[in-house]
């Protein structure tokens, strides 16, 4: 787990509820004062503004990607889903400010990180360790990752979550989602109420690390046949519900390999896509965080290594098959066997209207382009990301019937999305209908 060292600065976590419904107040007090003095000079040049436009500007979103950085835990995490997950609803510069949030995060100062392992592991914690680096390796939304040796010899990778991000997770949601209104971020008409109940129930989840040392050990086990990947190990008896002690891996960022030989990159993503093939059909089980931070590449050996399964979901168990329906109907070009498992699936909805359902279902058949062919789909070559996003732009403009899919058809989306995303990146040549084939 090789990471180049943290240029982020130190910045305490506020970790009272208070503290940090304080701060958010004040972020939004900052944003209304800012759309006031643009009113008043609007109307001094005989302008009438709409009270939209004047919110959703960048500096308003650069506001608020700021203060969720700041903040962390449940704050930054609904920053990241929106992003991530509306990125077709919010206009482009603001889906690029808040994609910020996935890649940045301040870490804990020294004495808050101490307070944080003495309430983990007592007072004496220090006595476990040969060395402990108080400088992180890497810092997310909940918790940030330092190296360590134990005495007993072991090479350690240990996740330390930020203080007060379990107790403070359902009043962040709700203050996250009040100020994301306030600042004119989420478009009118729009029901994000589902998915903040996700966000929620998904935090609980990744902020419990005795959770995450199950589903890394599950997947340990699910992949230990195949030498390709490595999981890292975890370690029981260093693990908490707030800490989270692993092995610790050697790896480059996966994105690394965009310079590698053609023939290399293909064979790491071809390795990763019959992964997420395999989650979906044969493990029914996900790790639904599609970050690039989450893979990376062991050059000496050529393995993948897999990192952070906190978004591990289970599958529901008619997924698979409904799935199985789409694709079949999908890669035969049947239109109505295509419409009914959508529409089992939640992807078309009761009394959507017909010009928004034949554009869903027309991006729907352009997205499996690359399976429908016997030969490597060039991801470098194509244009089929840009005429999927402005497939996707255009239904948005369709506010008024604008809704968000199911969950559980969002994360597995936000996986497919993900893996797409970063075979793009790479410039990879994979045939696609081969390494589906076999789950159908």
């Given at each position: 787990?090789?990471?180049?060292?943290?240029?982020?600065?130190?910045?305490?976590?506020?970790?009272?509820?208070?503290?940090?419904?304080?701060?958010?107040?004040?972020l939004?007090?900052?944003?209304?004062?800012?759309?006031?003095?643009?009113?008043?000079?609007?109307?001094?040049?005989?302008?009438?503004?709409?009270i939209?436009?004047?919110l959703?500007?960048?500096?308003?979103?650069?506001?608020?990607?700021?203060?969720?950085?700041?903040?962390?835990?449940?704050?930054?995490?609904?920053?990241?889903?929106?992003?991530?997950?509306?990125?077709?609803?919010?206009?482009?510069?603001?889906?690029?400010?808040?994609?910020?949030?996935?890649?940045?995060?301040?870490?804990?100062?020294g004495?808050?990180?101490?307070?944080?392992?003495?309430?983990?592991?007592?007072?004496?914690?220090?006595?476990?360790?040969?060395?402990?680096?108080?400088?992180?390796?890497?810092?997310?939304?909940?918790?940030?990752?330092?190296?360590?040796?134990?005495?007993?010899?072991?090479?350690?990778?240990?996740?330390?979550?930020?203080?007060?991000?379990?107790?403070?997770?359902?009043?962040?949601?709700?203050?996250?989602?009040?100020?994301?209104?306030?600042?004119?971020?989420?478009?009118?008409?729009?029901?994000?109420?589902?998915?903040?109940?996700?966000?929620?129930?998904?935090?609980?989840?990744?902020?419990?690390?005795?959770?995450?040392?199950?589903?890394?050990?599950?997947?340990?086990?699910?992949?230990?046949?195949?030498?390709?990947?490595?999981?890292?190990e975890?370690?029981?008896?260093?693990?908490?519900?707030?800490?989270?002690?692993?092995?610790?891996?050697?790896?480059?960022?996966?994105?690394?390999?965009?310079?590698?030989?053609?023939?290399?990159?293909?064979?790491?993503?071809?390795?990763?896509?019959?992964?997420?093939?395999?989650?979906?059909?044969?493990?029914?089980?996900?790790?639904t965080?599609p970050?690039f931070?989450?893979?990376?590449?062991?050059?000496?050996?050529?393995?993948?290594?897999?990192?952070?399964?906190?978004?591990t979901?289970?599958?529901?168990?008619?997924?698979?098959?409904?799935?199985?329906?789409?694709?079949?109907?999908g890669?035969?070009?049947?239109?109505?066997?295509?419409?009914?498992?959508?529409?089992?699936?939640?992807?078309?909805?009761?009394?959507m209207?017909?010009?928004?359902?034949?554009?869903?279902?027309?991006?729907?058949?352009?997205?499996?382009?690359?399976?429908?062919?016997?030969?490597p789909?060039?991801?470098?070559?194509?244009?089929?990301?840009?005429?999927?996003?402005?497939?996707?732009?255009?239904?948005?403009?369709?506010?008024?019937?604008?809704?968000?899919?199911?969950?559980?058809?969002?994360?597995?989306?936000?996986k497919?999305?993900?893996?797409?995303?970063?075979?793009?990146?790479?410039?990879?040549?994979?045939?696609?209908?081969?390494?589906?084939?076999?789950?159908?």
């Amino acid at each position: 787990m090789s990471h180049r060292r943290l240029e982020t600065k130190a910045l305490a976590v506020p970790s009272s509820r208070l503290s940090r419904l304080t701060k958010l107040g004040g972020l939004a007090s900052s944003i209304a004062g800012t759309v006031a003095a643009e009113v008043a000079l609007h109307l001094a040049r005989g302008h009438r503004p709409r009270i939209e436009d004047l919110l959703l500007t960048p500096a308003n979103a650069m506001k608020v990607a700021d203060e969720l950085a700041r903040m962390r835990g449940a704050a930054m995490k609904v920053g990241q889903l929106i992003s991530m997950d509306a990125g077709d609803v919010l206009p482009p510069e603001l889906a690029e400010i808040f994609a910020r949030l996935r890649a940045e995060a301040h870490h804990m100062p020294g004495p808050q990180l101490k307070r944080v392992l003495t309430h983990a592991w007592g007072v004496d914690w220090r006595g476990r360790f040969q060395t402990f680096d108080v400088r992180p390796i890497a810092a997310a939304s909940i918790g940030q990752v330092h190296r360590a040796q134990t005495t007993d010899g072991r090479a350690l990778a240990i996740k330390v979550q930020y203080p007060g991000v379990r107790r403070s997770i359902d009043a962040d949601v709700d203050n996250v989602a009040s100020l994301m209104r306030v600042a004119g971020v989420v478009p009118r008409g729009v029901d994000i109420a589902p998915m903040l109940a996700e966000a929620k129930r998904q935090l609980h989840q990744e902020a419990d690390y005795e959770r995450e040392g199950q589903c890394l050990s599950q997947f340990g086990a699910l992949l230990a046949d195949r030498s390709e990947f490595r999981v890292p190990e975890l370690h029981p008896d260093l693990t908490t519900k707030s800490v989270l002690a692993m092995s610790y891996l050697e790896g480059v960022p996966v994105d690394h390999l965009a310079t590698a030989p053609q023939a290399e990159r293909n064979r790491v993503m071809a390795l990763l896509i019959d992964l997420l093939f395999r989650e979906l059909f044969e493990f029914r089980l996900m790790q639904t965080d599609p970050n690039f931070a989450n893979y990376r590449y062991a050059p000496a050996t050529g393995q993948v290594v897999l990192l952070d399964f906190g978004a591990t979901r289970a599958i529901p168990d008619d997924f698979p098959d409904l799935y199985r329906r789409l694709l079949r109907g999908g890669l035969a070009g049947e239109r109505d066997g295509i419409r009914a498992a959508a529409h089992d699936i939640g992807f078309l909805a009761a009394g959507m209207p017909e010009r928004l359902e034949r554009a869903m279902l027309d991006m729907f058949e352009m997205s499996l382009e690359p399976l429908r062919r016997d030969t490597p789909f060039d991801f470098g070559a194509s244009d089929l990301a840009v005429r999927m996003r402005e497939a996707g732009m255009a239904m948005a403009e369709d506010r008024e019937h604008f809704r968000i899919p199911p969950m559980d058809t969002l994360f597995l989306q936000r996986k497919f999305g993900g893996m797409y995303l970063l075979a793009t990146r790479l410039r990879v040549q994979v045939n696609l209908r081969a390494l589906i084939e076999p789950h159908l």
